[in-house]
């Protein structure tokens, strides 16, 4: 038996220590990212964890093949004209391992240059590229940012299951599985259980999967993605659940800002600037775009994806904002439990949140009374008793409440730009796609 | 069109702000959770997002049924006897909503007396008891701290999917469903994605659902739950994970110590001390729980759960360590990516850790050549050509690497001194359990 101490090993150096060691000689791991032969030296990008190091080898120092795992010895030589101040001159390079073959896309040009399919095929290579891991960087930072926040307002994270007896939404747009004998289903959203749990911490959170069935084959779909959900207890009405996810997505700007500088700047990210975010209800932005585009209106109770487009031109040029909240959506479209205006129960306390033409974000306020929410479930002609387990929180007493979804895929997706929601996806599963 | 400052209005005071403010009449919200009544006046609970607060109103004061949710206005008395330095008199008490009936479990005493099935049958209110939600709150504080330790090392936080191709475990105890016409099963583990991403970004982790499709009916298996994992890269042994991990535990045991002292003293957890994990090999530990208890060795290829009990008590006794790392696990028992001892193909670079008697982590270095695992696969007359998208990482390279697996409800479950998991999942699932 012997002990363990728990000091962590680094037998090599971190690119962030390298700085105030010039004029030493270090090592430093990483993989061979690219390899560019000059006259009489060559210049070598090392792969560490965050950056891509230019290195300098004479042409004495044998070099492997890209794709190696190396560990150098390099004398850190100060250079003005780079933008480190530094750069590192090898001495000596150390194989830890050898691909088998080359892969078979170029991942060390600028751009991963291949079709989407190839992109997501070769994925574990493709995201090798310091462009596309990049997004995914920031995508850890955006995640970080909402945690943050959230904890900053007392909210508690917890960790619901995925596995359940009876779906959110409701809708055949849900994977079913044999759960030892009996029926089980693939969460749709956190929705009933982070409402549960409103009953117990007040202000809860989940970062998590989600998984929908949904046939759509467009390039906002996925089946399954991270859910970014938020629920809170004790409002007055739903407009605070907008004003925190306001204050929340602020929060995580100005985090992406402060800490991932070097991928915003690598990937030439414009950050939006939020000040205020506008707000129409969903009856004046479909009349909104009708009047300024000429549009018929031809479905009152939905948006299409093009008048989500041209909402977000309208209130761009009005107001500045690329961000726009719309509210009221109709009953008819909300699921059972979203709370009802007093007065008018053709539309609920809800909203969405557009980003520059996408929406991102479902939220609203729900029945928190146990009487109000069965009624309502008759009204739809719903079967009460399937539900029994999620009325008994209503049953037992509720504050008012409310929260929102975001798609972590969707808004990474706006953010930076991209057409496609997959480019954003770690590993997409799409109606074609289940694997890598 | 109206705008949203994006300031987050609070119109009732938090807790922790009443300190400062004694003398001043505040609103506080929350949920009535007792009221005692005394000669003249009655002590009134409230439950807040953290705490349960004392206040007392006379006798002229209204006073909601329990599970009610109210604004109370409240004068801050200075209190030399409470806790706190203050206690509440209540002036007011506005009523937000009530319930439809009593639960009919008693929820708000110092436990919840009823059984296991009824605790979870009725979770949604039994979690509203000050104790068993102050589980959950400590399980933040884990993964907190988990996830903290990590970013400090460098590591990136993915999300990889829940619905996959190919098992990684392998075996029978996973799910399937239908995806769209072809044969998807749910993750047992993120082992093939986290380890894709070692040649993305070196150090990765990972806190999210997992799926096993056990039919084991025990006191510590569920068929979902949450895994905490890691995966680094540029490792010399695969030593370095126990010590990541040890590092880890130790910084989330001050973290725990730091920032949920109230839960810690409130379910009277005695945090176990972390100076070294003991190591010992699975051949030691199982000739050495034979010799010190003498029970023959029936099985040399894995340990029975009473052995691990049993081990526990030998280390406890010898080092003081509630903690032990196990070593070494036949080849046999481990995957088919587990790198095997140079030397000693029967053993595997793998390791457990062993909390309190029970396996909480399984961890290991992973095989990084192409050759030598496509070669094991083939001994193991597995078919190589269905884990083609997973071989194509160690195709076009990657470096020594590997990492661990950590089962959150186990640990927590033993931090706190529960015998059965479920106490320590929010929502549990086993073979029986589905809902809520």
Redesign the interface.
């Known amino acids: 038996?012997?002990?363990?101490?728990?000091?962590?090993?680094n037998?090599?150096l971190?690119v962030e220590e390298l700085a105030g060691r010039i004029g030493e000689v270090v090592k430093v791991?990483?993989?061979i990212y690219k390899v560019r032969k000059m006259k009489g030296f060559s210049f070598v990008l090392l792969r560490?964890?965050?950056e891509v190091m230019q290195c300098i080898a004479e042409e004495a120092v044998v070099l492997p093949v890209e794709?190696?795992?190396v560990i150098l010895t390099a004398k850190v030589v100060e250079e003005p004209r780079s933008k480190k101040g530094y750069e590192l001159h090898i001495q000596e390079i150390e194989v830890?391992?050898?691909?088998?073959?080359?892969?078979p896309i170029v991942i060390n040009q600028k751009l991963v240059d291949t079709s989407i399919e190839n992109m997501l095929?070769?994925?574990?290579?493709t995201?090798?590229n310091e462009k596309q891991?990049a997004i995914?960087?920031l995508?850890?930072g955006i995640?970080?940012g909402f945690r943050r926040f959230l904890?900053s307002?007392?909210f508690?994270?917890?960790?619901?299951?995925?596995?359940?007896?009876?779906g959110a939404e409701g809708g055949a747009n849900i994977?079913?599985?044999?759960?030892?004998g009996?029926e089980?289903y693939?969460a749709q959203s956190p929705q009933?259980?982070k409402q549960?749990?409103v009953?117990?911490?007040?202000?809860v959170f989940e970062i998590?999967?989600v998984?929908r069935?949904e046939?759509h084959d467009t390039s906002r779909h996925l089946?399954?993605y991270?859910s970014v959900d938020f629920e809170m207890?004790?409002i007055?009405s739903f407009?605070?659940i907008?004003?925190?996810e306001?204050?929340m997505l602020?929060f995580t700007l100005a985090h992406l800002q402060e800490y991932y500088e070097k991928e915003l700047e690598l990937l030439q990210v414009k950050l939006p600037v939020?000040?205020?975010?506008?707000?129409?209800t969903f009856h004046?932005a479909k009349e909104m775009v009708s009047r300024e585009f000429g549009r018929p209106i031809t479905d009152m109770e939905d948006f299409e994806p093009e008048e989500e487009k041209l909402l977000y031109e309208c209130i761009y040029k009005?107001?500045g904002s690329e961000f726009v909240?719309v509210t009221h959506y109709p009953s008819s479209k909300r699921p059972f439990y979203a709370m009802e205006t007093a007065g008018n129960e053709e539309v609920t306390e809800s909203f969405d949140l557009l980003f520059r033409g996408l929406e991102i974000t479902t939220g609203g306020q729900r029945i928190?009374?146990?009487?109000m929410q069965v009624e309502k479930m008759r009204r739809r002609e719903m079967t009460v008793e399937l539900f029994e387990?999620?009325l008994?929180?209503?049953?037992?007493?509720?504050?008012?409440h409310g929260g929102m979804g975001l798609g972590?895929e969707r808004f990474t997706c706006k953010l930076l730009g991209y057409e496609n929601v997959r480019y954003t996806t770690?590993?997409p599963?799409d109606?074609h796609r289940?694997?890598?």
Chains 1, 2 share one sequence.
């Open positions: 038996m012997k002990g363990l101490c728990g000091n962590i090993i037998n090599e971190e791991h990483g993989s560490t964890k965050r794709e190696s795992t830890l391992s050898e691909p088998y073959e080359p892969s095929d070769y994925r574990m290579v995201l090798r891991r995914f960087k995508q850890e995640c970080q904890e307002q007392n508690t994270e917890i960790h619901t299951p995925k596995l359940v007896q009876t994977f079913a599985l044999n759960y030892f009996q089980a693939l009933f259980y549960m749990m009953g117990v911490f007040e202000r998590g999967p998984f069935a046939k089946n399954e991270t207890g004790y007055h407009e605070e907008m004003e925190m306001t204050g602020k939020i000040e205020e975010i506008p707000v129409v004046e009005k107001t909240f928190h009374s146990y009487e387990s999620y008994m929180m209503h049953k037992y007493g509720m504050p008012l972590l770690l590993f599963r109606i289940l694997t890598p």
